[in-house]
Each structure stands twice: as C-alpha cells, then as structure tokens.
C-alpha cells in the first residue's frame, strides 16, 4: 500500500522558515515524482512544486521561486521542501502527492492539480 506522510507544519512568523518532510512508503514504480501543493480556505488546491525520481528535475511555482526548495533523500525515500521567508499569503493546508510516469507527465499533470496518490496534509501558518 502506498503511503505518503507529511510532517513539519506549524507557526511562524512573517519572514520565518519551516522545512516539511513528506515519507514516501509501499512505492514500487521505477519513474515518478513527489510534488507538493497547497490549499488556503476558501481557494482551490494549488500546486507548489515537484522533484523527479527519475533525473531530480525540480519545479515551482512563480509563487515560490527563490523561497523555497525541493530536495529528496531517496535512500530514506523522503522529500523535503524548504521553504524561507514565510508570508501570510503562504499560510495553507500543505500535502504532498505523487504521480507515475515520465518527468515531462509528472509536471504537466501536478501544474493540473492531478496526482495519484496524496498524503493528509500539514498546516502551515506564517502569521503578520
């Protein structure tokens, strides 16, 4: 069974840093990627950004470029993502999810807010 756990969420103030971990379990695909989105009330769900399995190919969102990022250590099958500089527009349920596939599908489907497997989420708080 696959299973992805996300960890690391929590308060902050404006400017501050968190770094989440998502636990990647039960995978057995040779090619995919984790990404992470996020969701703030009231909004659609929204992509963040994804590392590939497959040649470690990275992406953001403009959002986020330049604040936070994306590593994984794949003999612990864990992927980070740090983010800096917090603001409160960052504040969101984060999850983290996977897509199977090359890395050019894996990133055409995460900017679609597609994935096949998803994590619970971690709330993120950067408060002003």
């Known amino acids: 069974e696959v299973q992805l756990v996300e960890s690391g969420g929590g308060l902050v103030q404006t400017g501050g840093s968190l770094r989440l971990s998502c636990v990647v379990s039960?995978?057995?695909?040779?090619?995919?990627?984790i990404g992470w989105f996020r969701q703030a009330p009231g909004k659609e769900r929204e992509w963040v950004s994804c590392?590939?399995?497959?040649?470690?190919?990275?992406n953001y969102a403009d959002s986020v470029k330049g604040r936070f990022t994306i590593s994984s250590d794949n003999a612990k099958k864990v992927v980070y993502l740090q983010m800096n500089n917090l603001k409160p527009e960052d504040t969101a349920v984060y999850y983290c999810?996977?897509?199977?596939?090359?890395?050019?599908?894996?990133?055409?489907?995460?900017?679609?807010?597609?994935?096949?497997?998803w994590g619970q989420g971690t709330q993120v708080t950067a408060s002003s």
């Open positions: 999810a996977a897509v199977v596939g090359s890395t050019t599908l894996q990133l055409k489907m995460m900017q679609n807010g597609v994935a096949g497997y």
């Open positions: 039960g995978f057995t695909f040779d090619e995919y990627g």
């Open positions: 590392i590939s399995s497959n040649d470690g190919t990275t």
